[in-house]
């Protein structure tokens, strides 16, 4: 079997084979491709002698595709075309016709406003295909320049060198108890928010919880009642259970309503997080990239606005 390293193959011959087998005929190719007649002689050679193959021959007044060649037109046109496509889409960007696919790091309480962003993105670009994943670890500016994410959706300390950061908005803190919870007969201390065990959610960022830190600073300890690896869980845990969460009141609002869950200002002092969009600075220029974190801030800024209101 004759093996071909593409590494060793000149692209330009894959063009002109694809003249030459749409044409069949070395003159209307080399027309086509603006070539004189001896230049795509020499170049139909130079794809045989590649290809181990003659690929076209006399028969008759004209010149016929051998078995290879036949095989070979259909894919070739696919491959070329598709090149073409994501050629033509790094310089200007369709989404009415794009068929790209996007990854967003979030924690998963974030998902509630994917409703809001599927509609938008079905609206403007019905062929895009959305990727949700974890959020990103230890190391997000590795992730963001290695592919693993487009964008990433964290409250803003997380930004580190080589990442770019769009701010689109901030979240309140709120704690969630169950209806009739015996914490709500009396004063709300902080010394009542500590005595009843905590949801603790642990993304996987590695970073201080700001939860912790706050009750800490405030002088208190609180018990720990289950450790979870996501959001979503915990407001089902809090409404079968007596334990409690502290959450973000813009992001858990509504999950908490369809629960029939109390909403409690923390009795302690509680940081307002600023949330930002960020991608690297490879992508900063990317005309689809452009497009989609656009459309993603946009969405995340009118869902916290509105949750907040």
Do not use: C
């Not at 992730?143 to 950061?165: C, F, H, T, Y």
């Not at 979503?232 to 509504?254: C, H, K, N």
């Amino acid at each position: 079997m004759h093996e071909i390293d593409i590494k060793d193959l000149d692209l330009n011959l894959l063009v002109a084979l694809d003249a030459l087998l749409s044409a069949g005929s070395v003159t209307l190719a080399a027309r086509a491709l603006g070539r004189s007649q001896s230049a795509m002689s020499h170049t139909l050679q130079r794809l045989r002698d590649a290809l181990d193959d003659p690929l076209l021959v006399r028969a008759g007044g004209g010149m016929v595709p051998t078995p290879r060649a036949v095989a070979l037109a259909a894919p070739l046109r696919r491959a070329l075309d598709e090149l073409q496509r994501v050629l033509a889409e790094e310089g200007g960007f369709d989404p009415s016709t794009s068929s790209r696919a996007f990854t967003v790091a979030a924690p998963d309480v974030l998902a509630l406003f994917l409703p809001e962003l599927l509609s938008a993105l079905r609206a403007e670009a019905p062929g895009v295909r959305l990727v949700l994943r974890a959020p990103l670890s230890g190391d997000p500016a590795g992730e963001l320049a290695s592919a693993g994410a487009d964008l990433a959706l964290a409250p803003a300390r997380n930004v580190g060198p080589g990442m770019i950061a769009r701010r689109v908005g901030t979240v309140s803190q709120a704690v969630l108890l169950r209806a009739g919870h015996p914490a709500l007969d009396g004063p709300w201390t902080p010394e009542r928010f500590v005595a009843w065990p905590h949801v603790q959610v642990r993304t996987g960022d590695g970073l201080p919880s700001f939860i912790g830190q706050a009750i800490t600073a405030a002088g208190l300890e609180r018990t720990i009642g289950a450790v979870l690896p996501g959001f979503m869980l915990a407001p089902y845990l809090v409404s079968r259970t007596d334990m409690l969460f502290t959450a973000p009141r813009e992001l858990v609002a509504g999950l908490a309503g369809a629960l029939g869950l109390t909403l409690l200002d923390p009795p302690i002092p509680m940081p307002v997080l600023p949330v930002a969009a960020m991608w690297h600075e490879r992508s900063q220029s990317d005309a689809g990239h452009r497009w989609f974190r656009r459309l993603v801030s946009d969405e995340v800024m009118r869902f916290l606005a509105a949750e907040g209101a």
